[in-house]
Every structure is written in structure tokens, then in C-alpha cells.
């Protein structure tokens, strides 16, 4: 097989480290890699040749126009987080740009980092992302919509990442990571109640396996080009018990958080709760059909259970 030229966005993120990491030590493909600040980037990128930092910023892409054309592969991890301008600009207008900027006749494999929030139990858009999401949630409800009516829309393989874990003294650590990290605590008080919900969760590294195998085994034509990435999904209450194991904490009694409960709790608490939040507390069930991880293409799966999601976010386990 002969190498790949690969642009890649975000290297500089949680999952772009993963990743970029991944391409360079399991692959042999060209990498490009867009970096807005090089120093963020603590990958080795002088381990091997065909490795290009470019520094640079996705609201300039164009300026990456005569090298788009040339490449075979482009991964689009980069998102931005900020006020709605920024948010909209390069989730929506920038990401769009690029793509058309790309030739479909050589550029046979986009690989687009969506998130599983647009996504309803059966994989379709959900329609309360697009009304009242959060900025981010909006911004890829609205690009993903969007794609499909390009010219390399055939070619792009869209991921729709669940809970993303990930980070170490080398990487960025997720929001989920990191906050699992420092608020831990709160299963002391937490195991006592019984949260109606289920959800799904994946490590960055898994992402990067799966990313690195569908740059190198291509989809078919009758393969999903929409791919939901987690483990099997867990329901919250599970969740709290496999935590209290790997913790050594027992639970004596639960109390059903009611809705009615949450909304005394946010009164006497004076939580402000936005639409999205309401929604999603009233939602509860982030399930989707045929979840993604490397075991499905026949690798090992790094993170696959709640020990492992504690452990690698950095919570140590309690001896009984």
C-alpha cells in the first residue's frame, strides 16, 4: 500500500494527539498537520519522515488551497468552543470551505468529526439539536446537514463521537476526563440516588484505531458513512454501581432523582438551567443504534468498562 497524503485539522486537541500519534507509529501516510499554536502539539513529530507541522488557523484555509488539492485523505477533528460567531465560523462556514476546497476525484476518504447530541436513538437528526443546542451542538447539527449537498459528500465518512474520554501528562484531557478527575468525589452522594438514563462513552484512543483503520480499510459503497462511536450503552445506575466497586463503597438505599426532585434541587440551589440541559434531563436516554470501537473491525477496544473510564481518567481504585 502505498503512503497516503493526509491533512488533518485539530492535531492539537485531546483526540488530534490520539490520533496524530497513532498515524505516526502505526502508518506510514504523508501527514500534514494544522496546528494553530506548534508549541501545543507534544507529539514526536520528528519520529519518522512525511511528517509537516503547518502553523496556521482555520478561519485562513484558504491559504491551504493549492495543498488540498493534492491530498488523498483530510480528517477534520477541529472544532471551535467559543462565543456563537466564532462557534458558527469555523464548525459551519470554515469546516464547508475546506471540504470544497478538496478535489473528489483524488480525495477519496474525508474523515469528519460530528458529535452523537445531533443524533437521536435511531441515528437520525435530532431535530431539538437544530432548535435549541447549545452553539457547538447547533453549529454540527447545521454543518452536517450541510455536507450532504456537496460534491465530495461521497467520499466523507462522518463520526459521531459519544462521551469522549482521554488525556495524560502528554495529551490534553477531555471535559469528560477532567472532570471525572476532579469531581469524583461526589459519588459519595451520589450512589444513594437512581438516575433513569443510559448513555455511551469511548476513550480518544479508541478513536484514533478506528480513524487509522478507516483511513487504510475504506468503507464500501454499501458501508454506513455515518458512524456512532462508543461502547455498548450503560444505563446511569449501572455506571454507579460498577464505580462503587471499583471504589469499595457500598450503597445501602437509592432515591429516584424525579424530575420533580431536580427541579426542587435547581430551585433551592438557584441552578439556572438552559433549554438544552431541560431537554437533555428530560431526554435522559443517549442511546444509538450499532455503536462503533475497534472490536468491530476486529481490534482490541482500550477502554470498554467504568473501572477502565476511573483508571484512565487518572481516579485510583480503593482496596477493600
Same mark, same amino acid.
Given at each position: 500500500? @502505498?503512503?497516503?497524503?493526509?491533512?488533518?485539522?485539530?492535531?492539537?486537541?485531546?483526540?488530534?494527539?490520539? /490520533?496524530?500519534?497513532?498515524?505516526?507509529?502505526?502508518?506510514?501516510?504523508? /501527514?500534514?498537520?494544522?496546528?494553530?499554536?506548534?508549541?501545543?502539539?507534544?507529539?514526536?513529530?520528528?519520529?519518522?519522515?512525511?511528517?509537516?507541522?503547518?502553523?496556521?488557523?482555520?478561519?485562513?484555509?484558504?491559504?491551504?488551497?493549492?495543498?488540498?488539492?493534492?491530498?488523498?485523505?483530510?480528517?477534520?477533528?477541529?472544532?471551535?468552543?467559543?462565543?456563537?460567531?466564532?462557534?458558527?465560523?469555523?464548525?459551519?462556514?470554515? !469546516?464547508?470551505?475546506?471540504?470544497?476546497?478538496?478535489?473528489?476525484?483524488?480525495?477519496?476518504?474525508?474523515?469528519? $468529526?460530528?458529535?452523537?447530541?445531533?443524533?437521536?436513538?435511531?441515528?437520525?437528526?435530532?431535530?431539538?439539536?437544530?432548535?435549541?443546542?447549545?452553539?457547538?451542538?447547533?453549529?454540527?447539527?447545521?454543518?452536517?446537514?450541510?455536507?450532504?449537498?456537496?460534491?465530495?459528500?461521497?467520499?466523507?465518512?462522518?463520526?459521531?463521537?459519544?462521551?469522549?474520554?482521554?488525556?495524560?501528562?502528554?495529551?490534553?484531557?477531555?471535559?469528560?476526563?477532567?472532570?471525572?478527575?476532579?469531581?469524583?468525589?461526589?459519588?459519595?452522594?451520589?450512589?444513594?440516588? @437512581?438516575?433513569?438514563?443510559?448513555?455511551?462513552?469511548?476513550?480518544?484512543?479508541?478513536?484514533?484505531?478506528?480513524?487509522?483503520? /478507516?483511513?487504510?480499510?475504506? /468503507?464500501?459503497?454499501?458501508?454506513?458513512?455515518?458512524?456512532?462511536?462508543?461502547?455498548?450503552?450503560? !444505563?446511569?445506575?449501572?455506571?454507579?454501581?460498577?464505580?462503587?466497586?471499583?471504589?469499595?463503597?457500598?450503597?445501602?438505599?437509592?432515591?429516584?432523582?424525579?424530575?420533580?426532585?431536580?427541579?426542587?434541587?435547581?430551585?433551592?440551589?438557584?441552578?439556572?438551567?438552559?433549554?438544552?440541559?431541560?431537554?437533555?434531563?428530560?431526554?435522559?436516554? $443517549?442511546?444509538?443504534?450499532?455503536?462503533?470501537?475497534?472490536?468491530?473491525?476486529?481490534?482490541?477496544?482500550?477502554?470498554?468498562?467504568?473501572?477502565?473510564?476511573?483508571?484512565?481518567?487518572?481516579?485510583?481504585?480503593?482496596?477493600?
Amino acid at each position: 500500500m @502505498s503512503p497516503k497524503r493526509i491533512f488533518v485539522t485539530g492535531a492539537s486537541g485531546c483526540v488530534g494527539h490520539y /490520533l496524530v500519534e497513532t498515524l505516526i507509529k502505526e502508518t506510514e501516510h504523508d /501527514l500534514f498537520l494544522l496546528v494553530r499554536n506548534p508549541d501545543k502539539l507534544k507529539v514526536d513529530c520528528d519520529a519518522r519522515p512525511g511528517i509537516t507541522v503547518l502553523p496556521g488557523n482555520m478561519h485562513d484555509i484558504e491559504q491551504f488551497g493549492d495543498l488540498l488539492k493534492t491530498v488523498d485523505c483530510a480528517i477534520l477533528a477541529a472544532t471551535a468552543w467559543g462565543g456563537p460567531q466564532e462557534v458558527y465560523d469555523i464548525n459551519v462556514v470554515k !469546516t464547508l470551505r475546506l471540504l470544497n476546497l478538496l478535489n473528489p476525484d483524488l480525495c477519496q476518504r474525508v474523515i469528519y $468529526f460530528s458529535t452523537a447530541s445531533i443524533l437521536d436513538r435511531n441515528n437520525q437528526p435530532l431535530k431539538e439539536a437544530g432548535e435549541f443546542g447549545t452553539d457547538y451542538v447547533r453549529s454540527k447539527y447545521v454543518c452536517h446537514r450541510q455536507i450532504a449537498k456537496l460534491a465530495i459528500a461521497p467520499n466523507v465518512v462522518t463520526l459521531f463521537p459519544t462521551l469522549l474520554l482521554g488525556g495524560d501528562a502528554t495529551k490534553p484531557w477531555s471535559h469528560i476526563s477532567s472532570g471525572i478527575a476532579k469531581e469524583f468525589k461526589w459519588l459519595n452522594l451520589i450512589r444513594f440516588f @437512581s438516575i433513569d438514563g443510559a448513555f455511551h462513552y469511548i476513550h480518544s484512543r479508541d478513536v484514533a484505531e478506528i480513524v487509522r483503520h /478507516l483511513v487504510d480499510c475504506p /468503507l464500501t459503497v454499501d458501508d454506513s458513512h455515518e458512524l456512532v462511536l462508543g461502547n455498548p450503552s450503560i !444505563t446511569a445506575d449501572q455506571a454507579i454501581e460498577d464505580a462503587c466497586t471499583y471504589l469499595n463503597k457500598r450503597i445501602y438505599f437509592r432515591i429516584p432523582l424525579t424530575q420533580r426532585l431536580l427541579d426542587f434541587i435547581f430551585k433551592v440551589l438557584r441552578i439556572k438551567v438552559e433549554a438544552w440541559d431541560r431537554f437533555a434531563i428530560q431526554y435522559r436516554y $443517549f442511546t444509538h443504534q450499532n455503536p462503533v470501537t475497534p472490536a468491530t473491525f476486529g481490534q482490541l477496544t482500550y477502554c470498554s468498562s467504568i473501572a477502565d473510564v476511573l483508571k484512565l481518567s487518572g481516579v485510583p481504585p480503593r482496596k477493600h
